[in-house]
């Protein structure tokens, strides 16, 4: 079956550092997400994107949160000055359309903010 | 807005027993809702989906949940565990309000004893 890979797997910054989380969706989707699960606690949708622009986000992505498609492969999350809460498992996620489509998730990148 | 509930965040049964997981929602029109499994280190991985066909809807190993409008439930369902069983498993809704957005429980780790 297709696979989401997400680099890197681990990834360990410092506060005010600026990040960027890598993912390569399904070949032939057209949706894409970012999820994060803070250790012990719920997944939380961050956002969507379709046709170049975010179709939808959370209150948790707020100003310091942006992605984007620079090619016709990946998708990236980019945090610019991170913080000690932004320590999460950040998921990566693609669907072939979208609402009531099966989501397809990569492995994940475990964020560490010192 | 829609919300996830699910009852019980670890739930342990012996090999061979039946496994029921709870899960309740909250929408405002109607749902599309959703089981996924995380094994460790693992992306979420599509157990099965509802999306107004069928109230008894089944999924792959095994499982299957039952859509109850009237209880605003979709609970998970196994009759007989496999050790193979233990994991993480969400619940998740997604609405046809315009925007792409699945929304995840907090998760209910199955545990399998032999």
């Known amino acids: 079956e297709p696979e989401v890979t997400q680099t890197p797997s681990h990834q360990v910054t410092q506060m005010g550092q600026e990040v960027i989380l890598r993912c390569v969706p399904i070949s032939n989707h057209l949706y894409f997400y970012w999820y994060r699960q803070i250790l012990g606690q719920k997944v939380e949708f961050l956002v969507s994107?379709?046709?170049?622009?975010?179709?939808?986000k959370s209150e948790i992505f707020d100003d310091q949160f942006s992605v984007e498609r620079p090619d016709g492969s990946n998708f990236t999350l980019k945090i610019r000055s991170t913080k000690l809460e932004d320590s999460a498992m950040y998921f990566c996620?693609?669907?072939?359309?979208?609402?009531?489509?099966?989501?397809?998730f990569g492995s994940g990148t475990q964020l560490s903010v010192l | 807005a829609q919300s996830v509930t699910q009852l019980g965040s670890h739930v342990s049964v012996s090999e061979g027993a039946l496994v029921l997981l709870r899960c309740n929602y909250s929408?405002?029109?109607?749902?599309?809702l959703f089981w996924y499994v995380q094994y460790p280190n693992q992306g979420l991985q599509l157990l099965l989906k509802y999306t107004s066909a069928a109230t008894l809807v089944k999924g792959i190993n095994g499982f299957e949940a039952e859509f109850k409008k009237s209880e605003t439930s979709f609970h998970l369902t196994k009759p007989s565990a496999h050790m193979s069983d233990a994991a993480e498993y969400f619940c998740?809704?997604?609405?046809?309000?315009?925007?792409?957005?699945?929304?995840f429980g907090a998760g209910t780790r199955l545990f399998v004893k032999a």
């Open positions: 929408s405002s029109v109607p749902p599309y």
């Open positions: 994107f379709y046709n170049n622009e975010i179709s939808e």
């Open positions: 996620a693609s669907s072939e359309r979208g609402r009531a489509e099966k989501l397809f």
């Open positions: 998740a809704v997604s609405e046809d309000t315009g925007g792409f957005k699945t929304i």
